[in-house]
C-alpha cells in the first residue's frame, strides 16, 4: 500500500517545548519573565530568601495547598529524617559513586510510616540521603541525623561529620528557600504529570528527581566552575570571553529561556555571596560577571542576557564547601518542596494531563481527507 505524509495542520499548531501553552492554574509561583519578577505564593521571592529558614519557606509554600503546613512541620521535617534513614542499607548496596544514582535508589528505598504524610517525607529525606550519598561515593560511612537541627544544619554536618558555621547554615538556607519553585519548569511539570494519574508523592519526586539530573535542568550550575577555572588558568577574562563568544559558544550562566530581565534568583544568591568569606574564586567571578555582561551587550545589543541563576548558584554552593557533583542533588534538596506542593495542587484537581499531538507520519491513501490530524482523547477513547 502506497503511504502519503502531510503537511500539518496550521489551523491548530503545535507548540515545541510546550511554549506559550498554559496547562495548569496554580496559587504556588508565577514567574514573570519580561519584568524579572519571581512570586512564591503571594511574595517577592527577595522578601523571603536570606530571611526564613528552609522549613519556613516550606510551610510558606505549603499553606496553599492541602499539604500539612502547621507549626508542627519542623518537628514533623525532624522525625521524618530519622525514618529516612532506613534507607541507606539499599544505597550501600549498590555499591556505586553517582550520588543522583545513589539518591535515587534511597527514594524508591523508603517506607513511609502510616504517621508521617508522604510528602513530609519525601521533603525530609533529601538532606539525609543527599549527605549519605555522598560520602557513600567517597568510600565513607554515612552519619545519622539529629532531629534537634534544622535541615540545612543538619545537612551539613551529615554530610563531613563537623558542626558547621552558621555562615554556612544561612547561605544553604537562602539557597534552598530560593530554588524551592519556580514556575512549571521541567521536573515541576513532569512531577505533575505523573501527580496526574494518581500515582503517589514518592513517585512524583522520583520522577521529577529524574528531569532535574538532566545538563538543561538542574545539571546546568557545574559547567559555571568549569568555565571559571578555565579563565583563571587562562589568566585573561576579557580574551577568554571574547574568544568563546567569537566561536558561537555559550557563556555558562548567563541568559535564561523566560527571563528577558535579570533573573532575581541571582540577585538573592550574589547578596549571599558577598557575605561568605572572601576568596580568590569569588573575586574571579565578579570579574567575569563584569566582563561577561559588556561582552553579550557588546554583541548582542537587541537580545537581553543576564545574569541568571546557575552563575550564582555555582558560587555560592562552591563557596560553602560543595562538590560540583552535589550541585544538582542540592537542587532538589529545595525543589522537593515545591514537588510535593505541585502535586497536591494536581491531584486536589483530579484531572489526568493528556495533551494533544500533531501526527505528521505517513497515512494510508483516502483514510485521512483532513491531512495530519491532532491526536488526543474524545469522549469515550482509552486514557492510555
Excluded at 284 to 292: F, G, I, K, S, Y
Aim: with cysteine; glycine share 10%; proline share 7%.
Amino acid at each position: 500500500m502506497t503511504h502519503h505524509s502531510h503537511a500539518l495542520n496550521t489551523e491548530t499548531p503545535a507548540s515545541p517545548g510546550l511554549d506559550g501553552i498554559i496547562v495548569a492554574t496554580t496559587r504556588l509561583s508565577e514567574v514573570r519573565g519580561k519584568e524579572g519578577h519571581l512570586i512564591l505564593a503571594g511574595r517577592a521571592i527577595e522578601d523571603l530568601a536570606g530571611f526564613v529558614s528552609f522549613e519556613e519557606g516550606v510551610r510558606h509554600l505549603w499553606k496553599e495547598t492541602a499539604l500539612p503546613a502547621g507549626p508542627t512541620l519542623f518537628r514533623d521535617l525532624a522525625a521524618a529524617r530519622q525514618a529516612a534513614w532506613t534507607a541507606i542499607p539499599a544505597m550501600a548496596a549498590l555499591r556505586s559513586r553517582s550520588p543522583i544514582l545513589l539518591l535515587q535508589t534511597g527514594l524508591a528505598g523508603i517506607q513511609v510510616p502510616d504517621v508521617l504524610h508522604p510528602a513530609i517525607a519525601m521533603t525530609a529525606a533529601f538532606p539525609v540521603l543527599v549527605a549519605a550519598a555522598a560520602r557513600l561515593a567517597e568510600g565513607q560511612q554515612p552519619i545519622p541525623p539529629d532531629p534537634g537541627l534544622g535541615s540545612a544544619h543538619d545537612f551539613l554536618r551529615m554530610l563531613d561529620g563537623t558542626t558547621p558555621p552558621m555562615w554556612k547554615v544561612e547561605a544553604l538556607n537562602r539557597y534552598l528557600v530560593t530554588i524551592i519553585d519556580h514556575g512549571l519548569n521541567a521536573s515541576t511539570f513532569a512531577a505533575r504529570v505523573i501527580a496526574s494519574t494518581q500515582a503517589g508523592f514518592q513517585d512524583a519526586v522520583i520522577g521529577g528527581l529524574a528531569a532535574l539530573k538532566g545538563p538543561l535542568h538542574g545539571g546546568a550550575p557545574g559547567p559555571v566552575l568549569d568555565m571559571l577555572d578555565a579563565i583563571g588558568t587562562s589568566g585573561h577574562p576579557k580574551q577568554w570571553i571574547e574568544a568563546e563568544l567569537a566561536a558561537g559558544h555559550r557563556l555558562m550562566g548567563f541568559g535564561h529561556r523566560i527571563y528577558r530581565a535579570r533573573d532575581p534568583r541571582a540577585d538573592v544568591l550574589k547578596e549571599g555571596v558577598r557575605r561568605l568569606p572572601k576568596t580568590e574564586r569569588l573575586a574571579l567571578a565578579e570579574v567575569v560577571e563584569t566582563a561577561a555582561l559588556a561582552a553579550l551587550r557588546n554583541r548582542k545589543p537587541d537580545r537581553p542576557l543576564e545574569t541568571n541563576v546557575e552563575f550564582y548558584t555555582a558560587i555560592l554552593l562552591d563557596g560553602i564547601g560543595l562538590e560540583r557533583t552535589l550541585f544538582t542533588p542540592v537542587f532538589a534538596m529545595g525543589r522537593v518542596a515545591g514537588w510535593c506542593a505541585h502535586a497536591a495542587e494536581q491531584q486536589a484537581e483530579g484531572k489526568l494531563i493528556r495533551p494533544k499531538s500533531l501526527y505528521a507520519g505517513p497515512s494510508p491513501c483516502g483514510n485521512d481527507r483532513n491531512g495530519t490530524r491532532a491526536s488526543g482523547m474524545t469522549g469515550n477513547e482509552s486514557i492510555s
